[in-house]
């Protein structure tokens, strides 16, 4: 916090068991112009001369060939006229040849997606767990011995989520219910919930959809989910419907690169993406330490996206479907078990998370940005990666390597919220701006980690508060058991505002929330 004369810190110690130190630190005198020049705008410079190469390379041969023109007699032109008459067979072979070229390049091209609207659901609010609330509903289960209900308060307040999170109805009972009905419940509501606010803002009717794509990790009900949605709207019995299980908090990516490749075979239709995770039956009621860490984080939560491969569509589209990258990392056994459902010694099911995770989840981002980066990092920041890299192997083995900055590529970063340290971690590691880990920071704080539909109430923050601009490029980044690694890459069609009955609808102005931690 700054104010005054001078500057307050607040140290937390990272998460660890240490306490709040306040430190004061004194005003700092002007930088160093010349070091800012240097580190900030010779670079930005660069950026620009090789983003615009082409351009300023042709000007000079434009404005060379204008002159040029502007000589020229009417016996000039006369001449030109005469040598083309006598090369005709030539010159209709060359329009050939272009035509065609240019009628196989049309037909075989990708056809552009467009995100047309989406919708988040929100639970109603008596569903709210405070943090009291859930404490003392732990402690009255009578499961939890006094060290695990330490251990899940602790990673409660240091988690990242606030007071307003949301848990289904049978985890308010006393005790709880988790039944296979109630499980069923508590999907319909929240997937009924997100499609009805799709359909009712787009005006899409059921029967338009074409495609249908569910992703939800661990509850997987016969019939499927993508069945429950089939029944509930009357789809058209030749609906491409897919059911995505196991996949984890990345399988919301994995189910738009689906949908994108049936809209890549099937003309002229649309497209539902559909992702969320249940809470009801998942719930963990040992004592392993690593099992009850996803107690603390999960949430309640929906998303459903439109997607369309209509040319008409993209005049009322929010967004175009630029790249989707995924990394696998299964074959390796320890990034394989480091999210892994399993009993505990009792013999009660839960979600078991590794130690290892973090160190596991850099190495799959590392993997996923590789090959994202040169797909849409300019051609400056490539060229400046590609030759520290040579100076690396052929001269310096002590020459650090340059860190490709992705804030040259994207406007806006939707991090999946999966926890206060995963955060973190990406923006350290990306060396973004506390602006840029906003939306994801908030998300977790107000809707708690909703698996593979976070990285779209992150998207509707950013919208809510006015910051989407036309051109502008959002990365949504998912980490997911398996272990994978998957991005998204959406460019704005448009200035977009947020659609009626947001999540963020009547909440948005109270934050960005000054977030402490114990």
């Known amino acids: 916090m700054v104010g005054g004369g001078g500057e307050t810190q607040i140290d937390n110690g990272g998460g660890g068991g240490g306490g709040i130190q306040i430190q004061e630190r004194r005003r700092l005198p002007l930088p160093d112009f010349l070091q800012s020049v240097n580190l900030k705008y010779v ?3 660069y950026h ?4 615009h190469l082409l351009t300023l390379c042709l000007i000079p041969l ?4 204008l002159i040029e023109a502007s000589q020229m007699n009417p016996e000039d032109v006369h001449q030109l006229w005469v040598h083309l008459q006598y090369n005709l067979v030539s010159v209709i072979t060359c329009s050939a040849v272009l035509v065609f070229g240019s009628t196989v390049y049309i037909m075989t091209r990708p056809r552009p997606i467009y995100l047309v609207d989406y919708s988040c659901y929100r639970p109603p609010e008596h569903l709210q767990v405070k943090y009291q609330q859930f404490m003392e509903h732990s402690r009255l ?6 060290s695990s209900l330490e251990f899940q308060r602790k990673i409660l307040e240091r988690a990242g989520l606030g007071e307003e999170t949301y848990l289904p109805e049978a985890m308010h009972s006393i005790p709880p219910k988790p039944s296979m009905a109630a499980a069923r419940e508590e999907a319909e509501q929240v997937m009924f919930g997100a499609l009805d606010s799709l359909f009712k803002n787009t005006g899409i009717k059921p029967k338009d959809i074409g495609v249908l794509v569910v992703n939800c990790s661990l509850f997987n ?3 499927s989910l993508s069945a429950m949605i089939v029944n509930k709207y009357k789809l058209r019995g030749n609906i491409r419907s897919f059911n995505l299980g196991g996949m984890g908090c990345s399988a919301g990516v994995i189910a738009i690169d689906l949908a994108r490749d049936m809209l890549q075979v099937h003309r002229n239709t649309y497209a539902v993406v559909v992702s969320t995770e249940n809470i009801t039956q998942n719930w963990y009621f040992g004592n392993k330490k690593s099992m009850l860490i996803p107690n603390c984080l999960f949430r309640m939560g929906c998303s459903a996206v439109l997607l369309s491969n209509k040319s008409v569509d993209k005049r009322r589209a929010k967004y175009k479907l630029v790249h989707v990258v995924r990394t696998h990392r299964g074959s390796d ?15 009660k099911v839960g979600v078991s998370l590794s130690k290892d995770l973090m160190a596991i989840a850099g190495g799959a981002l590392k993997t996923n940005i590789t090959t994202l980066g040169p797909l849409v990092l300019p051609i400056s920041e490539q060229l400046l990666f590609f030759s520290t890299l040579v100076m690396k192997k052929l001269f310096n ?3 650090k390597p340059y860190i490709p900055d992705f804030k040259l590529a994207f406007d806006h970063f939707c991090i999946h919220a999966g926890g206060r340290a995963v955060i973190d971690e990406l923006e350290k590691n990306l060396q973004l701006l506390p602006l840029h880990v906003e939306a994801s920071r908030m998300t977790l704080h107000r809707f708690g ?5 976070s990285i779209w109430y992150e998207l509707a923050y950013i919208e809510a508060k006015g910051r989407m601009r036309k051109g502008n490029r959002v990365w949504q980044i998912a980490f997911g058991s398996g272990f994978k690694c998957n991005s998204a890459v959406w460019e704005a069609l448009r200035n977009v505002k947020q659609s009626p009955k947001g999540p963020w609808e009547d909440c948005v102005d109270r934050y960005p929330v000054q977030i402490a931690f114990s």
């Open 221 to 223: 009900p016969t019939p």
């Open 333 to 347: 056994g320890k990034a394989f078990n480091c999210v892994y459902q399993e009993q505990d010694d009792a013999g």
């Open 141 to 146: 289960t009578g499961d939890f011995d006094e």
């Open 62 to 65: 434009i404005f060379i060939s």
């Open 449 to 453: 980690n909703t698996s593979s539909s």
């Open 397 to 399: 083995d002590k020459v």
């Open 48 to 51: 620009y001369l090789m983003t």
């Open 43 to 45: 670079k930005l410079g």
